[in-house]
């Protein structure tokens, strides 16, 4: 599928200390602006932490349907006497959507059911999903309760937050931004432990983190690409925040 592409991610802007995000403009920056004048007075504005604003415009209406999918999904893949859909995150996974339009986005996450698919269909009928989706200009969708599970990654569902980005093949600067500060928010809200990209997620094969009852269920996967990862990591080590890679 065709995709708009964004900014590269080896521009100077992104290999500096990450600015402040303003999902929704004017809101953050103005604030942060006038804090600096009225602290300091001076002409240099003072070290802003990343901020976010998350929408819950397209939130998923929780359904008895979901539910009964997503409890489903976890006693075939991870434990057969499950009662809760709950997850216990210490870990964020960064997709992009190999769509390129956020309305395509939400077209294929929104259904609670899964469709198409011939390689994961073996795995049950709940729909991928995502906790968040990020458009090309940054703004920060959540889809669903964070502590509730997405089918997002083999293996690791009960265990991950999952990060859709609008996009395929480039993500852009805006993305990498509200990445930077979605993931700083759940370091903070969560014991995260881990950040990887999806393409990263069979390194954890054989580690306790690994669920996966059924065999030879597993794909093989390239997003977000190693570029924007890489990014990723450099931009929240600015911000003082390391997280492990692999088990
Ligand atoms: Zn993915």
Same mark, same amino acid.
């Given at each position: 599928?065709? %995709?708009? =592409?964004?900014p590269?991610?080896? !521009?100077?802007?992104?290999s500096?200390?990450?600015?402040?995000?303003?999902?929704?403009?004017?809101?953050?920056? %103005?604030?942060?602006?006038?804090?600096?004048?009225?602290?300091?007075?001076?002409?240099?504005? &003072?070290?802003?932490?990343?901020?976010?604003?998350?929408s819950?415009?397209?939130?998923?209406?929780?359904?008895? +349907?979901?539910?009964?999918?997503?409890? &489903?999904?976890?006693?075939?893949?991870?434990?057969?006497?499950?009662?809760? %859909?709950?997850?216990?995150?210490?870990?964020?996974? $960064?997709?992009? !959507?190999?769509?390129?339009?956020?309305?395509?986005?939400?077209?294929?996450? =929104?259904? +609670?059911?899964?469709?198409?698919?011939?390689?994961?269909?073996? *795995? *049950?009928?709940l729909?991928? *999903?995502?906790?968040?989706?990020?458009?090309?200009?940054? %703004?920060?969708?959540?889809?669903?309760?964070?502590?509730?599970?997405?089918?997002?990654?083999?293996?690791l569902?009960?265990?991950? $937050?999952?990060?859709?980005?609008?996009?395929?093949?480039?993500?852009?600067a +805006?993305?990498l931004?509200?990445?930077?500060?979605?993931?700083?928010?759940? #370091?903070?809200?969560?014991?995260?432990?881990?950040l990887?990209?999806?393409?990263?997620?069979?390194?954890?094969?054989?580690?306790?983190?690994?669920?996966?009852?059924?065999?030879?269920?597993?794909?093989? #996967?390239?997003?977000? *690409?190693?570029?924007?990862? #890489?990014?990723?990591?450099?931009?929240?080590?600015?911000?003082?925040?390391?997280? #492990?890679?692999?088990?």
């Open positions: 599928m065709s %995709t708009r =592409r964004g590269r991610l080896s !521009t100077p802007a992104l500096s200390r990450p600015r402040p995000i303003h999902v929704r403009r004017g809101r953050c920056l %103005t604030l942060a602006t006038l804090l600096s004048v009225l602290s300091f007075g001076s002409a240099r504005p &003072a070290p802003v932490q990343p901020a976010l604003i998350v819950d415009r397209y939130r998923l209406p929780p359904s008895p +349907e979901r539910t009964r999918l997503t409890l &489903a999904y976890i006693r075939q893949h991870s434990d057969p006497q499950a009662t809760s %859909t709950r997850i216990r995150p210490v870990m964020v996974v $960064i997709h992009w !959507t190999a769509t390129s339009t956020l309305a395509s986005a939400l077209a294929t996450l =929104r259904p +609670e059911v899964l469709s198409g698919r011939a390689d994961i269909r073996s *795995g *049950g009928r729909n991928v *999903g995502a906790h968040f989706l990020v458009d090309r200009d940054g %703004t920060v969708y959540r889809l669903q309760n964070e502590t509730t599970l997405a089918r997002h990654v083999i293996g569902n009960r265990s991950a $937050i999952g990060i859709e980005n609008v996009g395929s093949g480039s993500l852009t +805006e993305q931004r509200a990445d930077t500060a979605l993931v700083a928010d759940l #370091k903070a809200r969560y014991p995260i432990e881990y990887i990209g999806h393409f990263e997620s069979q390194r954890f094969m054989g580690s306790p983190l690994w669920e996966e009852r059924q065999p030879g269920y597993l794909t093989h #996967k390239s997003d977000p *690409g190693e570029a924007f990862m #890489k990014a990723l990591r450099r931009a929240l080590a600015a911000w003082g925040l390391r997280l #492990k890679s692999a088990p």
